[in-house]
């Protein structure tokens, strides 16, 4: 048996007896499919047969009703009308059943009447200590234990091979297709799960289950939305941990595709924007088409050794597929090093017209000298500065003579290079396909779906640790809580919390703003300070580079006399003065509440690139450093930041502490505000830090 930590969701998917409410002898019937499957593929445990209008069901003898069964049942599957479902597991004894599918549809998914019936459904579960998957779900099938919980008719039409893939899915339509597609492909299953309505039982709780399930090496999750993001957080943080990868296709990454989503299964579809920030902090793969998802799943469950980064090799008998292949990899965000000189060498002295570059064309040469092949990979990777190899071999792969040399040739890599994986494009006939993928190699008929796949999952495991530092500093909490805040009000909690903040004065008068800027010693700026004006530019409100009392008290004047003229009405709480800024590169930073997950952390450029080409990264909060750097290194603009026609290299590193240090703030005071906007966060160069010159804080109503 699987040993799992979780006990109740280990009793649910690996129950030794499973009694059927509804269970039926007529086919077609969704109470006859499971005890028809059960029986048909051996189940082991007992097959209880609950039916009060039945004897014997499929040759099993029936009991009329949960308490009339004299012994426990680990897993009870509710096969009878919505309207009937509460009333059988209400006969169940506490401590009598373990777990509960519920196959039927007419929950919350069809309205008030239907969340009322769910809700009751629920308080019987919890009251008798059942944990309840569904319902309106397709069930779940335990592989390994031929446990069959599922009306689908899938698995009655040839099974899936038993294997190291946990399949979870919130649809049970998509997900009785990601089984036959499994079967197809011919990947081998530990679990699949639907979750339907999730009135208990999540793909958070399946995903962690499935993490610390020995049998599961990668897990394969369809999602339509998320109630609790705290949850799936934890779940994705558990696999992570466990080493298992996963593989997710979640719907709604448009407004039409959310809608869907909800009317589908009463779902919340989230920001699509948060979705993709969580896959990436925790190390989940997002697939984009139902085929990018088996490919990704394909690959991290026959790759026993991932990419250890984004170095390509391509190996091709066909100079254009391998332009193809490159151009590929450029889009995939892969590199393509060349081999060294005198490995190129070595190659051109044996076939003159070969190329040995990256990608590395040996012609069809190697048709006629078969040791071609081994030879020139084993060159390659001599000096280890490839992360990966992908070897396109066109038709030549459907070739009987040619056969052995293929099979040699993957055979001798993975014993040579076992550290580098492969995967090799052509025509194989389906017999030799799966002999290569029993070493660990990769095959595809589409080289470019090859490229894909290899970049997709590249470099996963050297992505930065998911799990942030969540100590938060004493001083972050000591600030206190104002109905509003102004701009110095807003640097002071910001300069609690860690953030570098300029020295800044708040002026009354002109006789303060004077002496505020003597005390700074050089040339300052001064900003008008009031809650109803944001753009201080558009009102006059802002002047820079001031030296002397005079220069001092005539900006001061200035700026009132403005912004009274264009904002009469505007509350004015004084004139900051601060130091001027060294010259650096605008970014903005920023958080907002996202109902399921919490806080969210903002980065991006100034400017254009944020107002118009919206190139800005997301990170859920709290966070370290090495997430805020894969957070700054995902915007378009990077380059700006490492230095940019002749402008020095940015403090990048002192930027990813502030982005950090404010990921904690507005985790620590998640409950207080609902939106953070540093505006700009001056980006200094390489050693001089970065500094937050602009806040606005929103007390959450």
Excluded at 27 to 45: E, F, T
Excluded at 648 to 676: G, K
Aim: net charge negative; charged share 20%.
């Amino acid at each position: 048996m699987t040993q799992n930590p979780d006990s109740s969701l280990t009793r649910l998917f690996n129950p030794r007896s499973i009694a059927i409410v509804g269970a039926s002898a007529t086919p077609g019937k969704i109470g006859a499919m499971p005890v028809s499957l059960l029986r048909q593929h051996g189940y082991d445990g007992r097959i209880l047969p609950i039916n009060p209008r039945a004897e014997s069901i499929q040759g099993l003898p029936a009991a009329p009703d949960l308490a009339a069964l004299g012994g426990e049942a680990d897993l009870v599957i509710l096969a009878v009308p919505a309207a009937l479902a509460a009333q059988a597991l209400e006969q169940a004894r506490p401590g009598q059943v373990g777990g509960a599918v519920v196959f039927t549809s007419g929950f919350s998914e069809t309205g008030a009447a239907g969340v009322a019936l769910q809700a009751q459904l629920c308080e019987i579960a919890r009251d008798r200590g059942i944990r309840l998957l569904g319902p309106n779900c397709l069930g779940y099938m335990n592989v390994r234990r031929n446990i069959y919980a599922t009306f689908s008719p899938a698995p009655a039409n040839g099974t899936v091979a038993p294997g190291g893939i946990g399949m979870v899915s919130q649809s049970g339509a998509f997900g009785a297709y990601a089984y036959c597609m499994a079967r197809d492909r011919g990947l081998g299953l530990s679990h699949w799960i639907s979750t339907g309505n999730e009135a208990d039982v999540d793909v958070a709780d399946c995903i962690e289950w499935l993490a610390r399930d020995t049998d599961t090496r990668v897990i394969m999750t369809y999602m339509e939305g998320c109630r609790d993001g705290d949850k799936l957080r934890r779940a994705l943080s558990a696999a992570r941990e466990a080493g298992k990868p996963v593989v997710v296709t979640k719907i709604g990454r448009t407004q039409a595709g959310a809608q869907a989503a909800a009317s589908h299964t009463a779902a919340l579809a989230g920001d699509d924007a948060v979705y993709d920030a969580l896959f990436r902090q925790y190390g989940a793969v997002r697939a984009r088409t139902i085929e990018e998802f088996f490919n990704l799943g394909y690959a991290l469950d026959t790759w026993k050794q991932l990419p250890q980064g984004k170095r390509l090799g391509i190996f091709t008998i066909s100079g254009g597929v391998g332009a193809l292949m490159a151009d590929d990899a450029q889009d995939a965000g892969l590199s393509l090093p060349e081999p060294a000189a005198d490995a190129q060498a070595r190659l051109l002295e044996r076939v003159p017209f070969a190329s040995g570059r990256n990608p590395v064309d040996v012609t069809g040469q190697v048709v006629s000298e078969p040791g071609l092949l081994l030879a020139t990979a084993e060159d390659m990777l001599a000096d280890g500065r490839f992360d990966a190899l992908a070897v396109f071999l066109a038709a030549a792969g459907s070739s009987e003579s040619l056969w052995p040399t293929f099979e040699t040739f993957a055979r001798e890599m993975h014993a040579r290079r076992p550290d580098v994986p492969l995967a090799i494009s052509a025509l194989f006939p389906p017999e030799r396909r799966r002999e290569l993928e029993r070493l660990g190699t990769l095959v595809f008929t589409d080289p470019s779906a090859a490229i894909r796949t290899i970049g997709a999952v590249a470099g996963l495991a050297a992505q930065p640790d998911a799990n942030p530092d969540q100590a938060i500093p004493a001083a972050q909490t000591a600030a206190p809580l104002l109905a509003s805040y102004n701009e110095v009000q807003a640097m002071d909690v910001l300069r609690l919390a860690g953030l570098p903040v300029p020295d800044c004065t708040l002026a009354a008068d002109a006789d303060a703003a004077a002496r505020a800027a003597t005390r700074l010693g050089g040339p300052v700026v001064m900003k008008v300070v009031s809650p109803d004006i944001l753009h201080k530019s558009d009102v006059g409100g802002v002047k820079l580079g001031l030296s002397g009392d005079d220069a001092v008290r005539g900006a001061h004047a200035a700026i009132l006399d403005s912004v009274r003229t264009h904002r009469p009405d505007a509350r004015i709480d004084g004139v900051l003065v601060a130091p001027m800024a060294k010259k650096g590169v605008e970014c903005i930073a920023g958080v907002h509440c996202d109902p399921v997950f919490g806080p969210v952390v903002m980065f991006g450029l100034g400017g254009v690139f944020v107002e118009v080409l919206k190139d800005v990264s997301f990170r859920l909060a709290p966070f370290g450093r090495q997430q805020a750097l894969s957070m700054i290194r995902e915007i378009k603009g990077y380059a700006l930041l490492q230095g940019a026609r002749g402008t020095p290299p940015c403090d990048i590193e002192a930027l990813a502490d502030a982005l950090a240090a404010l990921s904690r703030f507005a985790y620590a005071r998640r409950n207080d505000f609902s939106s953070v906007e540093i505006n700009p966060l001056l980006a200094l160069p390489q050693g001089s830090g970065a500094l937050a010159l602009d806040a606005v804080l929103i007390p959450t109503a």
